[in-house]
């Protein structure tokens, strides 16, 4: 597990609400089993997941596990809610692309070859019969990061870098689609050469038309040859 995901399972809050008086629980055993869940989802998918397997992989008893979450469900939306509960920092360099580059790259980074990217299928997949773990992958990631590219369309709008009557909604998604379709489907490499694209794309199939020619403008007349 990555540095970050593993950090934000620590800070995970705690299911069970305010602290009773008793044995002080460990952020160790808490990492632990977010960590555990994590993997397992990443490597067997959400549907086969069994406390059993996390108890043993994490180092801690059942009883540990149902003292923290009330049920397997709990413990899959709570693990991955601390995966993908992370800032995102809205960069300004003055560069429309460039801000764009540094987006792509941050995203790129996260699903190349890490545990987040092992894991999305299994979170996909499970979605679709999940109400609750598809809200948490939406209103916790999606949401953030669709909002912080959005500030950067907005902002590139009012440069002139891309045209005023852009639909951003539909920019959002060509931004986002080429790095999911190659990490769900075809399995493509998600690298630098795939963020740069994709920029490019953006910046220059979205940028404003061209000003028309000058209606009293004419070609010259062509001479014919003798």
């Known amino acids: 597990m990555s540095t970050g995901a593993a950090d934000a399972a620590a800070r995970a809050p705690s299911p069970e609400g305010p602290r009773r008086v008793g044995r002080p629980r460990e952020a160790r055993a808490d990492r632990a089993i977010l960590t555990a869940a994590l993997e397992l989802m990443a490597e067997h998918g959400v549907r086969a997941l069994r406390v059993d397997d996390v108890a043993s992989r994490a180092g801690v008893g059942k009883a540990t596990i149902y003292r923290r979450y009330r049920s397997k469900d709990q413990l899959v939306t709570e693990a991955v809610g601390a995966l993908v509960d992370e800032e995102i920092e809205i960069p300004d360099s003055g560069s429309t692309r460039e801000d764009l580059l540094v987006l792509m790259r ?87 050469g795939l963020a740069q694209a994709v920029v490019e794309l953006i910046v220059r199939g979205l940028a404003p038309a061209p000003p028309a020619p000058s209606g009293g403008t004419k070609p010259p007349k062509r001479k014919d040859a003798r």
């Not at 990217?117 to 990061?145: G, H, Y």
């Not at 951003?168 to 080429?178: K, M, Q, R, T």
């Open 106 to 192: 941050q995203a790129v980074e996260l699903y190349s070859g890490t545990l987040a990217a092992r894991l999305m299928p299994a979170i996909v997949d499970e979605m679709s019969r999940n109400d609750e773990l598809a809200a948490i992958a939406r209103d916790r990631f999606l949401t953030r990061r669709r909002a912080a590219l959005r500030v950067v369309f907005e902002r590139g709008i009012g440069r002139g870098d891309l045209r005023r009557d852009l639909d951003v909604e539909f920019a959002l998604d060509v931004l986002g689609g080429p790095l999911f379709y190659r990490l769900l489907i075809t399995g493509g490499p998600i690298d630098e």
